[in-house]
């Protein structure tokens, strides 16, 4: 499994709890779609799994390991090795070209880095060939300000793709999209993953994008000691 979530509980101080969740995994190669209402612990979740908060009880384990294990230094590295973040507003730095803010986790992790000169011979050559499928090979220099919505998020998945990631984690990324571009872009996305074998787990609060996985839950199923 690339991720196994057991006996989950989390909340915040003085709050009731948010996150109840007795099992769920995602396969290796697996695409997951998972829905809920906006403020019903999506990125909460997101969070526990990308291991930037703790829960309070339970395991998280990502590639057999046990982030609960791992001191806030070993987290945030395991994190840049084997996880690509897909986040709701891009989070894009608009003074930096596109081929540069693809490249960003390299410079993060010598595994990504390694495996991107590996396959490519240079981390330009590979920001190249991932840009050109995602149809962006003509802006590579062009400062990320400069680009559409949807080139953005294109931008956006480049950065969480490259160097092969294991597991691709999407917050809400198509909010911003119509309906057409959406599923153009989940199509991309999906094709992506599949040629870099990476998992993805795509949460979003829009129904009509959930034919496009191989499984679909809400969080609501989850939670309460749900199994999955």
């Given at each position: 499994?690339?991720?196994?979530?057991?006996?989950?509980?989390?909340?915040?101080?003085?709050?009731?709890?948010?996150?109840?969740?007795?099992?769920?995994?995602?396969?290796?190669?697996?695409?997951?779609?998972?829905?809920?209402?906006?403020?019903?612990?999506?990125?909460?979740?997101?969070?526990?799994?990308?291991?930037?908060?703790?829960?309070?009880?339970?395991?998280?384990?990502?590639l057999d390991t046990s982030t609960g294990t791992l001191n806030s230094r070993q987290?945030?590295?395991?994190?840049?090795?084997?996880?690509?973040?897909?986040?709701?507003?891009?989070?894009?730095?608009?003074?930096?070209?596109?081929?540069?803010?693809?490249?960003?986790?390299?410079?993060?992790?010598?595994?990504?880095?390694?495996?991107?000169?590996?396959?490519?011979?240079?981390?330009?050559?590979?920001?190249?060939?991932?840009?050109?499928?995602?149809?962006?090979?003509?802006?590579?220099?062009?400062?990320?300000?400069?680009?559409?919505?949807?080139?953005?998020?294109?931008?956006?998945?480049a950065r969480a793709l490259i160097g092969e990631p294991e597991l691709i984690i999407?917050?809400?990324?198509?909010?911003?999209?119509?309906?057409?571009?959406?599923?153009?872009?989940?199509?991309?996305?999906?094709?992506?993953?599949?040629?870099?074998?990476?998992?993805?787990?795509?949460?979003?609060?829009?129904?009509?994008?959930?034919?496009?996985?191989?499984?679909?839950?809400?969080l609501a199923q989850l939670n309460n000691g749900g199994v999955y």
């Amino acid at each position: 499994m690339i991720l196994t979530l057991k006996d989950i509980c989390f909340g915040w101080p003085g709050q009731p709890v948010l996150i109840d969740i007795k099992h769920f995994a995602i396969s290796r190669g697996e695409k997951v779609f998972l829905h809920g209402p906006s403020g019903s612990g999506k990125s909460t979740l997101l969070n526990l799994i990308s291991g930037i908060q703790q829960p309070q009880t339970g395991s998280v384990r990502v590639l057999d390991t046990s982030t609960g294990t791992l001191n806030s230094r070993q987290r945030d590295s395991f994190r840049a090795d084997h996880l690509g973040l897909i986040f709701q507003q891009f989070n894009l730095l608009p003074y930096l070209s596109v081929q540069e803010n693809v490249l960003l986790p390299c410079g993060f992790s010598a595994l990504r880095k390694k495996r991107v000169i590996d396959t490519y011979g240079s981390e330009a050559a590979g920001a190249a060939a991932l840009l050109e499928r995602l149809g962006l090979g003509d802006l590579m220099d062009r400062e990320v300000a400069q680009l559409s919505i949807g080139q953005q998020q294109r931008v956006a998945a480049a950065r969480a793709l490259i160097g092969e990631p294991e597991l691709i984690i999407a917050d809400e990324p198509t909010s911003a999209l119509d309906g057409d571009s959406r599923a153009r872009f989940i199509e991309l996305l999906a094709e992506q993953c599949e040629a870099s074998h990476s998992s993805l787990l795509f949460v979003s609060h829009d129904l009509s994008l959930a034919g496009q996985f191989d499984r679909s839950m809400s969080l609501a199923q989850l939670n309460n000691g749900g199994v999955y």
